[in-house]
């Protein structure tokens, strides 16, 4: 049976691993003391799937090295050399890391520590946070994990990985042979609704009761995607259509985890998502100013928050 360790159990963490547990997978989690100890009694899921409460197999950065074949990072980004640093002891010769982070910058750094051989790529699609009382929330029915090998190969790892969630109720987890490009969609897609949504403060139907509403998250998108272009990564037309849809649903009650960070006065991934595209248009000389005044926004957001102004 392959050993997962699952590094935190917030809402991407906690989710998939819980659904993992659930499904009889052999699952550890890495966890800080505190987030352990309210998981004395179990975790719990709260879903359109099905409520669940878990009972969890826990150890701490203190704990001493084990070996694990598969380790999921679901880590933020300003947490990636922390992560780094308590899972490279327990990681097998053999296995692999797969990053859930949002983004793609995130990559770099762990070829480095790793070796390229060693990280896979990754994308989820789920809406799901860390309630106050500290149950994993899911929002809607997105429940998807797409999984590859950077270098496109459909290799007996990824196709065994992905078949772990073939029992699991409420995920499914896809084997492909071009995760580098669904990783820029993706990216697409969360820099235009991040930008959106934390520089008005709402969520997409919100936002298209603004005049201009539509129109910017159109414009946002497709600079979005022109960013992608130039980095050999262009969006296809189902994608394109697909996201063009979401961001026109007037109904939608759609945010991003970097709004609900932001409301809640805590560290955001702004360089990490928003900042690296930036700087991607401003290397292939592409106008994206909605990305641009929403980095200055959050970067303003952060200072206000060093300082202890918020």
Same mark, same amino acid.
């Given at each position: ?18 659904? +993992?547990?659930?499904?009889g997978e052999d699952v550890t989690f890495l966890l800080r003391p505190a987030r ?43 947490? +990636? ?63 998807? *994990? ?33 995760? +580098? ?5 993706? +990216? ?10 934390? *520089? ?7 936002? *298209? ?9 159109v414009e946002t998108l497709q600079q979005s995607a022109a960013i992608a272009a ?40 702004a360089e990490h998502i928003i900042g690296f595209m930036h700087r991607r248009a *401003? ?28």
């Amino acid at each position: 049976m392959t050993r997962i360790l699952v590094l935190g159990a917030g809402g991407i963490g906690g989710y998939f691993g819980g659904r +993992l547990v659930q499904a009889g997978e052999d699952v550890t989690f890495l966890l800080r003391p505190a987030r352990q100890a309210a998981l004395a009694q179990g975790l719990r899921l709260q879903s359109p799937f099905g409520d669940a409460t878990l009972p969890l197999r826990s150890i701490t950065a203190e704990s001493p090295p084990d070996a694990f074949d598969l380790v999921l990072l679901t880590c933020k980004a300003y947490d +990636l050399e922390a992560a780094i640093a308590a899972v490279a002891p327990r990681l097998a010769p053999g296995g692999a890391v797969l990053p859930l982070l949002n983004g793609i910058a995130h990559l770099e750094r762990l070829n480095e520590v790793f070796g390229a051989a060693r990280v896979l790529g990754g994308t989820a699609r789920i809406q799901a946070t860390r309630t106050a009382d500290g149950a994993i929330r899911q929002f809607n029915d997105w429940r998807f *994990l797409t999984i590859g090998e950077q270098d496109g190969r459909m290799s007996d790892r990824v196709t065994g990985f992905a078949a772990l969630f073939d029992e699991a109720v409420g995920a499914e987890c896809e084997a492909v042979p071009d995760i +580098l490009q669904r990783m820029w969609e993706k +990216l697409v897609h969360l820099a235009t609704a991040a930008a959106m949504t934390c *520089l008005m403060r709402a969520h997409v139907g919100e936002i *298209l009761a603004a005049e201009d509403g539509a129109a910017l998250f159109v414009e946002t998108l497709q600079q979005s995607a022109a960013i992608a272009a130039a980095a050999g990564h262009p969006p296809g037309d189902a994608f394109m259509a697909s996201y063009a849809a979401i961001f026109a649903d007037r109904r939608s009650q759609y945010a991003t985890s970097m709004l609900r960070d932001v409301e809640r006065g805590g560290p955001t991934e702004a360089e990490h998502i928003i900042g690296f595209m930036h700087r991607r248009a *401003l290397a292939a000389g592409i106008a994206a100013p909605v990305l641009r005044l929403a980095l200055a926004h959050l970067q303003a957001y952060a200072a206000r928050r060093e300082g202890g102004r918020l």
